[in-house]
């Protein structure tokens, strides 16, 4: 095997076409500026090195790459190559993965514009990534705690799964088909039209309009929040815990929720049974005093009050002590609600008036 360890590498092919390359804290930069550094190459091992030139990795097969840096000005730096395992690696440059076949990628960290389009096999685990229209059009994905930002993700991708992920994102999986994605947190409007075959595990799925136009759409005990006409035109079975804010015309299936505050059917062909389990405890929300929160005293935990917009976050039971998810202490809250109508004066567009039912206990 071919070593290079400490040098310094910035000429137009630098190690192009190699077979069996072991790159140990080396550099690609300087003023030569050159591009496809390991061009054509296989077997390569890379460790802790630092890349601020374009397309390093372009037809390669079996590359490893380990505790390494791909800056900004590292553009696609792997397109087209089989068998890449990268670990511990930071990777900042705009489309750094596309056309790939089986990659794995561990504890990375991914800023990349355009990243993952039209891959087949992609392992990711322990990685955060902020991305604009991530993994589209890519297929056999499977993540594991990966946190994602960014809009447009997972567009058009098929028979994948997700894990214990948290994405941050909008208009995701549109377009999707086969894909599972299990106690997860997805948060973003326009969830998932238009997908064949999505199936939702044990995720909190929170914004407007999600899962509308779908087929073969199923959610096994999902939370919703902020979810107002949901499901519209979508063959979806479902049950949710908790409520809704509203649901629009599904079309077939069936829906099981504790409570919808709106059911719009007025189309002819929304064929969907929806069925209420109201719950026969309801819990008093600590910052307003509505009896706004479903469930038995277990089931409430970080339910958000529609009244307040208070979370049921357990140490806010005393007034003083500090609320993470409410950014306050319960004694603020209150005086928040008084004051403004809501635990938080950015939320007072999304509270609403207690209801009849709520105003004592059921
Ligand atoms: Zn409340």
Redesign the pocket.
Known sequence: METYSNETFDEERALYGSTGLLVDHCRFEGPADGESAMKESRDITVKDSYFDLRYPFWHDTHVVITDSLMTEHCRAALWYSKDVRMERTKAYGIKALRECENIEIRDCDICSPEFGWFNDSVRMKDTTAESEYFMMHSKKLYFENVKMRGKYSFQYIEDSEFVKCTFDTKDAFWHAKNVVVRDSLVKGEYLAWYCENVTFINCTIVGTQPLCYCKGLKLVDCKMIDADLSFEKSEVDATIIGSVLSIKNPKSGEIRLSHADELIMDDPDAKAVILFDEPEERQK?P??G?Y?LLGSEGDTAYEI?P??Y?ENDISGEYETSYSGANDMTLAEGRANYEKYGACDPRFVKKCRPPKKEEQKHA
């Open positions: 929300c910052c307003c509505y706004t009050c009244v307040c208070w």
